[in-house]
Nanobody, 117 residues
């Protein structure tokens, strides 16, 4: 079993920045992907970015160039970070962290990001 704990959400003005964290604990596999998704009110859940255990990162078109997904250099921390810059009101959503390991997906509880003046 794997537990994911997200943090870092909040209220920010348009053009501002936030950094989300997702820490994994439990039965950790060295083969994994870590991803962020988001869901705005009344909309379907949207994929934001994915990082693989090999270090590859991919981004959704709506966040490319503004968001950066990275992982802690200390592998024992099993933590990834989503740096979000130049935030727009359209980025307002609950952000969810997802970890895939062979066999199943694990989801975090979500953290609210609100971009508003």
């Amino acid at each position: 079993q794997v537990q994911l704990v997200e943090s870092g959400g909040g209220l920010v003005q348009p053009g501002g920045s936030l950094r989300l964290s997702c820490a994994a604990s439990g039965t950790i596999s060295s083969i994994y992907t870590m991803a962020w998704y988001r869901q705005a009110p009344g909309k379907q859940r949207e994929w934001v970015a994915t990082l693989t255990s090999g270090g590859n990162v991919n981004y959704g078109d709506s966040v490319k160039g503004r968001f950066t997904l990275s992982r802690d250099n200390d592998n024992a921390k099993n933590t990834v970070y989503l740096q979000m810059n130049n935030l727009e009101p359209e980025d307002t959503a609950v952000y969810y962290c997802k970890r895939w390991q062979p066999g199943r997906d694990y989801w975090g509880q979500g953290t609210q990001v609100t971009v508003s003046s």
